[in-house]
């Protein structure tokens, strides 16, 4: 037995098995006095990290660039993603979620009103625009850049005419702080009034 093995002791086997013991013992070492203490900052580079161990939350997002195949992300058949974001079309401001006319209209009856609010911007395809509810007008009018016009500002609201059967009469807000009137559909009582639009992009 021992002749045996001093024929196959030579010594490459002898390093070989030491190599393998201190790697064994080194790596053993290493893994239980490492600790997260005994790293510097950005000491660590790729080639330390295995393939997909580092999670989200580890990586800070501001760092990385584009991602190769989504050179086109902020792209839409030409349209940039700026030109996709809501906003309030020229002349008008962005109230609760709506957009206002800054600027009223000449005085009108309420029907009158009614249609060419629908006229604007109704074509081609358009939806137009619409008169304001109460709590919409209201609201603007808390903005600085929303004046009362004199005689007060017509809504969209109707009620029944206890005057003239048959007949409605709109709503009014003639107070910047929100006080109300009823006036008759017709044109012996013409107000102000401005027009809403959904916001768009």
Known sequence: MKDRLRRHLSYANVMATIAVFVAIGGTSYAAAKLTGKDLQAHSLTARNFHKNSVTGSAI???TLSKVPQAVEAEHLNGVTAEALFIR???GTLAVSDTCIETQAHAPAYFSAALHEC??????????????PTYAELAAALTHSEIGLSAGGELTSQVYPSAASPGQVEALLVTTPTGGVALTP????????YRCVVDPRN
């Open 60 to 62: 800070r997002e501001s």
């Open 118 to 131: 629908a006229a604007i911007e109704s074509q081609p395809g358009g939806p137009g625009r619409r008169l």
């Open 88 to 90: 309030c079309p020229e």
């Open 185 to 192: 559909d017709n044109a012996a009582d013409p107000h102000s």
